[in-house]
C-alpha cells in the first residue's frame, strides 16, 4: 500500500525542462514525495484529475518590481495583489528588487522582506539594487549575501542610480569575493545622451521616436565591459532585460571568450515589436530598454533555443495609466514602465509553443529551470522532481484567452496584451503543496508566501 499523500494529481503530462511523460503527482506538505506510473493505488487527501492537462514546474519571474517607489509615491499594486496575479499567471516564484534609498544596505534589504512577507501569496526573493553609495559601504555585501540575497542590480544609467566604471568594478569585486552574482541594467549613459540629444535639437520625441533614443549600441558597449570585468573576476554575471540582437551579440561574443555571462529577457521584448509605438496607445510600451524590431525580436527567439537567453521576466511595474498616459507627445516624460505579472506565462506559451510551434519542454526552459539553475533555486524549484517544492501549475493548453482574461494586477493600471488573443491558460496552481488557483479562481492566502533566501556560489 502507497502511503497517502496530501495531494495526488493523477494522469497529467508531467514537463519538465528535459522531458516530458504521463505520471501521477504526489505532494506532502510542501514537497513533491512521489512520480508514480498512472493508475497508481495510492490515495491522498485530495486527488486532482489532470487528465488532458500539462502539470508543468511553477513560473519564475525574474524581474519584477511590486509596490514600486517613484517620485515620492508608489506603483498601483501590492504585495497582495501581485502575487495574486502572478499566480493566475502560473508563477509560483517572484524575484523582486530591493529598492535604493536611504540607510544601509542590510536594513534596506530586511524591510523589503518584512514588507512582502505580509502579503506575498507566492515565494519570493530578491536582487538588491546597489549605487555609488554602496561601493562606500562593501562590508554590507557580504552580510546581505549571507542573509540570502544573492544577486543584485547595477544601473550604468539613470542620474540619481548610475554607478560609473570604477562603482561597477569595486561592487563586481566585492560581490564576486562572497559568492554572489552581479547583474547590471547595461546601457551606456553617455551613448544614451548623445541620441537623446539629437532628437531635442532636432525636436524629435515623439513617441515613434523613442526606441531610437535608446540605441542597441548602448546596450552593447556596456555588456561588453561588464563581461570583461567578469571574466577577469572570474565571477559570473547577469544581464537584466536584453532587448535586442546588438545586445544579444554582445552576450554571444563574452561567452564565447568563455565569460559565464546570462541573458535575461522580457515578455514585452518576445511579443511585441517597435510597430507599437506607431499604434493606438503608445505610450503604455515605453519601456527601457526599448522594444526594438521585428528582427530582433526574432533573434531573442533564436537566444531562447540556443540558451543565450536563461530566463523571461515580466518587468512587472504597475504604473498608473492617468501618470502613464499624461505625456503623449514627449516620450521623455513617460515613467518607463509596464505591468505584466499575470500576462508573462500565458504571453510565453503562446508565442512559444502556439505561434512558433516550439516544445513545451522549451517553455519550462525559459519560464522556470533556466531561471532556477542561474538564480540559485535549482533543484528546489524549476523542475518537477520528488524532493522539490510542490510548485505546479495545471496548464490547460487548449484554453482559449483574449487579453481581458490577462487579469491586470489593479484597474488603475493597463495592459500590454490587451489587444492579444492566444491558447494555453493555467487551470490550478499549487505553491508550496498550497492551491492558489482553482478552475481559474484564486483561493491562496495573503502572506502564505515565504522568503527564499538563496546560497552563495561555494
Ligand atoms: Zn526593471
Known amino acids: 500500500m502507497m502511503p497517502g499523500f496530501d495531494v495526488l494529481i493523477r494522469g497529467g503530462e508531467v514537463v519538465n525542462g528535459d522531458g516530458r511523460a504521463v505520471l501521477d503527482v504526489g505532494v506532502t506538505g510542501e514537497r513533491v514525495t512521489a512520480l508514480l506510473a498512472p493508475g497508481s493505488a495510492a490515495t491522498a487527501e485530495r486527488e486532482i484529475d489532470a487528465t488532458g ?26 504585495w497582495y495583489s ?41 515565494d519570493f526573493g530578491f536582487h538588491p539594487i546597489l549605487t555609488p553609495a554602496d561601493a562606500r559601504a562593501l562590508d554590507e555585501i557580504g552580510q546581505v549575501v549571507a542573509e540570502g540575497f544573492t544577486s543584485f542590480k547595477m544601473y550604468t544609467t539613470y542620474e540619481d542610480r548610475r554607478v560609473d566604471d570604477g562603482n561597477a568594478w569595486t561592487l563586481m569585486r566585492a560581490i564576486a569575493a562572497h559568492g554572489g552574482l552581479p547583474g547590471f541594467h547595461a546601457e551606456n549613459h553617455e551613448i544614451l545622451a548623445c541620441a537623446l540629444d539629437d532628437q531635442v535639437r532636432s525636436g524629435r520625441l515623439s513617441l515613434a521616436d ?73 505610450w503604455r510600451f515605453v519601456i527601457s530598454p526599448p522594444i526594438r524590431t521585428a528582427g530582433d525580436q526574432l533573434d531573442l527567439w533564436s537566444g531562447v533555443c540556443e540558451g543565450t537567453v536563461v ?71 524549476g523542475r518537477i522532481a520528488v524532493g522539490a517544492d510542490a510548485d505546479l501549475v495545471l496548464w490547460d493548453p487548449a484554453h482559449p484567452w483574449t487579453g481581458d482574461d490577462l ?5 488603475a493600471t493597463f495592459s500590454l496584451y490587451d489587444r492579444a488573443h492566444g491558447t494555453g491558460l493555467p487551470r490550478h496552481v499549487i505553491a508550496a503543496g498550497r492551491t492558489v488557483v482553482e478552475d481559474r479562481r484564486f483561493t491562496g492566502e495573503k502572506g502564505a508566501g515565504r522568503f527564499l533566501a538563496r546560497e552563495p556560489r561555494p
Open 53 to 78: 492537462l500539462l502539470v508543468m514546474p511553477g513560473g519564475i519571474d525574474t524581474h519584477t518590481h511590486v509596490a514600486w517607489p517613484f517620485d515620492g509615491t508608489v506603483t498601483v499594486d501590492d
Open 82 to 122: 501581485a502575487t495574486r496575479a502572478a499566480a493566475l499567471g502560473g508563477t509560483t516564484t517572484i524575484i523582486d528588487f530591493v529598492p535604493p534609498g536611504g540607510g544601509g544596505l542590510t536594513d534596506r534589504c530586511r524591510a523589503r522582506v518584512e514588507e512582502a512577507a505580509a502579503g506575498a501569496t507566492v
Open 210 to 282: 523613442y526606441p531610437h533614443s535608446r540605441p542597441g549600441l548602448a546596450e552593447a558597449e556596456t555588456i561588453q565591459m561588464v563581461s570583461m570585468y567578469a571574466r577577469r573576476l572570474n565571477t559570473p554575471v547577469y544581464i537584466f532585460h536584453v532587448s535586442g540582437s546588438d545586445a544579444l551579440d554582445a552576450v554571444r561574443a563574452a561567452r564565447r571568450a568563455g565569460t559565464a555571462i546570462h541573458a535575461e529577457t522580457c515578455t514585452h521584448y518576445l511579443a511585441h515589436d517597435e510597430s507599437v509605438f506607431h499604434g493606438q496607445d503608445a
Open 311 to 381: 530566463s523571461v521576466g515580466s518587468d512587472h511595474c504597475a504604473y498608473d495609466t492617468a501618470l502613464k498616459q499624461a505625456w503623449e507627445h514627449d516620450h521623455r516624460r513617460i515613467p518607463a514602465g509596464a505591468p505584466g505579472i499575470e500576462a508573462r506565462t500565458p504571453v510565453l506559451w503562446n508565442q512559444a509553443v502556439g505561434v512558433r510551434g516550439l516544445d513545451p519542454c522549451l517553455f519550462v526552459q525559459v519560464s522556470a529551470e533556466r531561471a532556477a539553475r542561474t538564480l540559485g533555486l535549482y533543484p528546489r524549484k
Open 407 to 411: 487579469r491586470p494586477v489593479s484597474p
